[in-house]
């Protein structure tokens, strides 16, 4: 949730302008037969709103994406206002559908009007998660005990819609965990986006029937916990994302994510589990479809 200057052309024309960069994001360093014979991938957790993207860049950013094969966007909402300009994109574009909630940093945002107005939306059959909520008690930009309240009141609201969870969760392992086993989250599962854990965490989120996304920080040589459990977890149980406009796989670390640049981490994921990117891309679609109902058609 830092701030990030905002997209324009500019930063494609910066890329394209590089003759090494041309070879990476262009045709993907020469890998495209790799991923071919209809080897839909899906970004499972990204923002396509706010300061982060110009409105009028996001046509043209998914269709790069579409170009290299990523062919279906989970839009992520993280307040009120924004879940509204999320619902209104998945309800349009081709391929994006949306999870809505209120961010821990935003939780001090949180009343019974933002949850009831959130509820309504949440009954939207665009909607296909509930959050991203959670705990963040890194930056701690809402109180810890508001955090929990919020994210309490979310799963709930999960519950009573019957959609599955959308989890952020920073430096508060045991907390997250102990609030969704006392809030009864198995019975909605859901994603732990941006996974960020070790396999201790990873196998009681498994327990609770959680699915683990895996972000650009798998394609870090020096993420060795993260990349342990990419190689370790159930190929039923994994997924992955960009967290778009932030952390951005190698070979663009630095810069500007977008939805497009999953397919580095896709194989990267795929390396190490010693199986094709394809293959990869074919289980994590089918695993979103089976979380949450729904995977691209095209
Ligand atoms: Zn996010």
Same mark, same amino acid.
């Given at each position: 949730?830092?701030?990030?200057?905002?997209?324009?052309?500019?930063?494609?024309?910066?890329?394209?302008?590089?003759?090494?960069?041309?070879?990476?994001?262009?045709?993907?360093?020469?890998?495209?037969?790799?991923?071919?014979?209809?080897?839909?991938?899906?970004?499972?957790?990204?923002?396509?709103?706010?300061?982060?993207? &110009?409105?009028?860049?996001?046509?043209?950013?998914? &269709?790069?994406?579409?170009?290299?094969?990523?062919?279906?966007?989970i839009a992520v909402g993280t307040d009120l206002d924004d879940s509204r300009t999320v619902l209104d994109m998945a309800r349009r574009m081709?391929?994006v559908q949306a999870s809505l909630g209120v961010?821990?940093?935003?939780?001090?945002?949180w009343t019974p009007d933002v949850a009831a107005a959130l509820e309504g939306l949440l009954r939207d059959p665009a909607v296909r998660f509930v959050g991203e909520t959670?705990?963040?008690?890194?930056?701690?930009?809402?109180?810890?005990?508001?955090?929990?309240?919020v994210?309490r009141a979310q799963i709930r609201l999960a519950r009573a819609v019957a959609k599955p969870l959308m989890?952020?969760?920073?430096?508060?392992?045991?907390?997250?965990?102990?609030?969704?086993?006392?809030e009864?989250a198995?019975g909605v599962r859901g994603i732990?986006?941006?996974?960020?854990?070790?396999?201790?965490?990873?196998?009681?989120?498994?327990?609770?029937?959680?699915?683990?996304?895996?972000?650009?920080?798998?394609?870090?040589? /020096?993420?060795?916990?993260?990349?342990?459990?990419?190689?370790?977890?159930?190929?039923?149980?994994?997924?992955?994302?960009?967290?778009?406009?932030?952390?951005?796989?190698?070979?663009?670390?630095?810069?500007? /994510?977008?939805?497009?640049?999953?397919?580095?981490?896709?194989?990267?994921?795929?390396?190490?589990?010693?199986?094709?990117?394809?293959?990869? &891309?074919?289980?994590?679609?089918? /695993?979103?479809? &089976?979380l949450c109902g729904w995977?691209?058609?095209?």
């Amino acid at each position: 949730m830092q701030g990030i200057a905002v997209r324009t052309g500019a930063f494609v024309l910066e890329v394209t302008g590089d003759s090494f960069a041309v070879a990476g994001w262009g045709d993907f360093g020469g890998q495209e037969g790799s991923w071919e014979h209809g080897a839909m991938l899906v970004d499972a957790h990204c923002h396509l709103t706010g300061s982060y993207l &110009a409105s009028d860049q996001v046509e043209a950013t998914l &269709a790069r994406a579409k170009a290299h094969g990523v062919t279906g966007f989970i839009a992520v909402g993280t307040d009120l206002d924004d879940s509204r300009t999320v619902l209104d994109m998945a309800r349009r574009m081709p391929g994006v559908q949306a999870s809505l909630g209120v961010h821990p940093h935003e939780a001090k945002s949180w009343t019974p009007d933002v949850a009831a107005a959130l509820e309504g939306l949440l009954r939207d059959p665009a909607v296909r998660f509930v959050g991203e909520t959670g705990l963040d008690w890194h930056y701690d930009l809402s109180p810890r005990e508001v955090q929990e309240e919020v994210f309490r009141a979310q799963i709930r609201l999960a519950r009573a819609v019957a959609k599955p969870l959308m989890i952020h969760t920073r430096s508060a392992p045991e907390a997250t965990l102990r609030v969704l086993e006392e809030e009864g989250a198995s019975g909605v599962r859901g994603i732990i986006h941006c996974f960020s854990e070790d396999r201790a965490f990873a196998a009681r989120a498994l327990d609770l029937g959680f699915y683990l996304s895996f972000s650009g920080i798998t394609t870090f040589k /020096n993420a060795g916990a993260i990349r342990d459990v990419a190689a370790w977890a159930p190929s039923d149980r994994i997924l992955v994302e960009t967290d778009a406009p932030f952390l951005a796989p190698v070979p663009y670390r630095g810069k500007p /994510n977008e939805p497009g640049f999953v397919r580095f981490t896709a194989e990267a994921v795929a390396e190490l589990r010693g199986i094709p990117p394809a293959k990869l &891309a074919q289980l994590t679609t089918q /695993n979103l479809e &089976a979380l949450c109902g729904w995977a691209p058609s095209s």
